[in-house]
């Protein structure tokens, strides 16, 4: 693999900072960076953004999540997906079909984010959420599915639907159906969006973990847990004081990334 193809980053002071007076630099410093936090020792998770079918990209990031790993030393490796593995992108098939693989390893959990509840509505027969499923990426999805470009054209959404239904492995839909809403790991909280502030985890309805944006990503206060998520994208991650935002737009920007977190200690792995 080309030395140039991923970057680790840790958490670190921005070069441009370098330039500003003392004060003024610690102040900031104060503002911007996440607070404290930790997983059990003994543990280290990755926690991989949104995938959106770039089986390519899943390749290269699980294969330097390995090296780093191992070159971290001995621990308890978990991985969390934080959900979106399908649409967009030209190969959910595949990407479903590596991590309901990768699951054999026992140590991977997995978010259900919006776009595979759609997709699972779809499956269930639901031809209002297949129109909604195409709107949103999933063209591509039926097309990674073995419906052809032709098919596609030509059929109507009824016909579609059938076919979808078809198409889709009973294995898939039981791993997909299978994913959780939310992950708890020391002073962190996993989700695929967000939360709504103010309710407790327990209470969070599913249409706020799966599709919540502007009043979590606005709120500026403590969540009470280190929330880590995706669904919002960004050209970088959002490291925030009260969230970490690591979905960076894979299916067009190339970038996918993961997150690694060991005590307190939190980096970047990108693609």
Same mark, same amino acid.
């Given at each position: ?17 370098? +330039? ?14 996440? +607070? ?72 991977? +959990? ?47 959404? %009824? ?34 969006? %967000? ?28 969540? %009470? ?23 960076? %737009? ?22």
């Amino acid at each position: 693999m080309e030395a140039c193809a991923y970057l680790v980053r840790p958490f670190s002071a921005d070069c441009a900072l370098a +330039r500003m007076p003392v004060k003024t630099l610690l102040n900031f410093a104060a503002r911007r960076r996440p +607070r404290p936090c930790r997983v059990p020792d003994g543990r280290r998770i990755y926690a991989v953004g949104d995938i959106h079918g770039r089986l390519d990209l899943l390749d290269k990031l699980l294969a330097l999540i390995e090296a780093d790993d191992a070159a971290r030393g001995t621990a308890c490796t978990e991985m969390v997906f934080l959900g979106d593995l399908i649409d967009r992108g030209p190969d959910s098939y595949g990407v479903v079909e590596r991590l309901f693989a990768l699951r054999e390893r026992g140590s991977v +959990r997995y978010l259900m984010g919006n776009h595979e509840e759609v997709f699972l509505r779809a499956t269930e027969g639901d031809l209002r959420a297949l129109r909604f499923l195409i709107r949103i990426g999933g063209r591509q999805t039926l097309i990674s599915y073995g419906i052809s470009e032709e098919e596609y054209r030509s059929l109507d959404y %009824g016909e579609l639907l059938q076919l979808l239904q078809e198409r889709v492995p009973t294995r898939h839909i039981a791993f997909l159906s299978s994913f959780e809403n939310w992950i708890e790991v020391g002073d962190y909280l996993f989700v695929h969006a %967000g939360i709504r502030p103010g309710v407790p985890v327990e209470e969070q309805k599913t249409s706020d973990l799966y599709w919540i944006r502007e009043d979590f990503l606005t709120h500026g206060h403590d969540f %009470g847990k280190m929330i880590v998520h995706g669904h919002s994208i960004s050209a970088e991650p959002e490291l925030k004081a009260n969230r970490l935002g690591i979905d960076t %737009g894979a299916y067009q920007s190339g970038t996918l990334t993961a997150l690694g977190l060991e005590g307190e200690d939190r980096w970047l792995i990108q693609t």
